[in-house]
């Protein structure tokens, strides 16, 4: 069968999605548990590429990787049963070879979450325990990329992450795949419109009662207590926690006018589409404009 891509630049909202089309699925009276979520990142493993190509990617460059990444989503695509979720935060690239990184046969369709930039860097701060500035001009790197180790051999596959807007773009512009875009706002303000649109999207059996229940049981503080209680498998060791706020418009106590601007400078143009521009320009136009910023602290080492 083929996969509905879970897609999103990291700190979007992607985990919470997947706890709520987890407790959907399951229709339990209870909530799942965090540590056994479907539409786990499997297409990014590395044991699984190797296994599929039958070489080892560790003898591999990145763009050799790349270039095989196709042939790994349509394996998969071929032996997950249905429904297939697969949580992805690559950019929706092409292989060295021209060959989509995610090919139109392996693809049912495609869930593109999107959240403010500004919130992005305040939570991917807070999950790579890194300065915001450095966070920030990260995202503004076209050449960025994501890997889960700085030491020895990753267990996880090199993820072309683009620019913020680079990402967003390569999906929601590309015209081969099917996609529905939903903003973290959009879940946020209204879950049960916002996720019934994806319940249905992904073609699952429709029961209201269900998704408010499912919804419920993917709660933020229901979350935090599980992740207390039992652990959450995919936190970065260094973070204090995973499930840390899930509210919008941190940014504005967490952010410096001089980030903002940089974050504006960078992205205005899509964030003008989704509707994040005007209170970033207002921010600096006003509350933000007599803020000032803590002085740049000497870059730490990976």
Not at 43 to 67: K, N, Q, W, Y
Not at 282 to 301: D, H, K, T, V, Y
């Given at each position: 069968m083929p996969i509905f891509w879970l897609a999103s630049y990291p700190k979007s909202g992607n985990t919470w999605l997947r706890t709520v089309l987890t407790n959907y699925?399951?229709?339990?009276?209870?909530?799942?548990?965090?540590?056994?979520?479907?539409?786990?990142?499997?297409?990014?493993?590395?044991?699984?590429?190797?296994?599929?190509?039958?070489?080892?990617?560790?003898?591999?460059?990145?763009?050799?990787?790349?270039?095989?990444?196709?042939?790994?989503?349509?394996?998969?695509?071929?032996?997950?049963?249905?429904?297939?979720?697969?949580?992805?935060?690559?950019?929706?690239?092409?292989?060295?070879?021209?060959?989509?990184?995610?090919?139109?046969?392996?693809?049912?369709?495609?869930?593109y979450l999107v959240r403010n930039p500004l919130d992005v860097a305040v939570s991917y701060a807070h999950h790579e325990q890194r300065p915001i500035d450095r966070i920030v001009k990260f995202m503004n790197d076209s050449a960025a990329g994501a890997e889960k180790a700085s030491r020895g051999i990753s267990t996880w596959l090199p993820i072309p992450l683009l620019t913020w807007s680079g990402h967003v773009s390569s999906w929601l512009d590309q015209g081969e795949l099917p996609v529905h875009v939903t903003r973290y706002e959009d879940l946020l303000a209204n879950p049960r419109a916002a996720f019934g649109a994806i319940v249905r999207f992904a073609g699952l059996d429709w029961d209201a009662a269900r998704l408010a229940q499912a919804i419920d049981h993917a709660a933020f503080p229901r979350l935090r207590a599980q992740e207390e209680e039992s652990g959450f498998d995919e936190k970065q060791p260094t973070a204090p926690s995973f499930f840390r706020a899930g509210v919008a418009g941190s940014w504005r106590t967490a952010l410096c006018p001089r980030q903002v601007r940089a974050v504006v400078d960078a992205h205005g143009p899509v964030m003008d589409r989704f509707g994040?521009?005007?209170?970033?320009?207002?921010?600096?136009?006003?509350?933000?404009?007599?803020?000032?910023?803590?002085?740049?602290?000497?870059?730490?080492?990976?």
């Open positions: 699925l399951h229709g339990a009276g209870e909530p799942a548990s965090i540590n056994a979520l479907i539409g786990a990142a499997v297409a990014s493993l590395r044991s699984m590429f190797d296994e599929c190509i039958g070489l080892p990617s560790s003898d591999m460059t990145p763009e050799e990787i790349l270039r095989h990444r196709p042939l790994l989503h349509e394996a998969l695509a071929e032996a997950m049963p249905p429904p297939a979720f697969v949580k992805v935060h690559e950019a929706c690239v092409h292989a060295p070879s021209g060959t989509a990184l995610f090919p139109k046969t392996a693809t049912a369709g495609v869930i994040y521009l005007r209170d970033a320009e207002m921010f600096l136009a006003g509350e933000g404009a007599a803020a000032a910023c803590a002085p740049r602290s000497r870059p730490s080492r990976p």
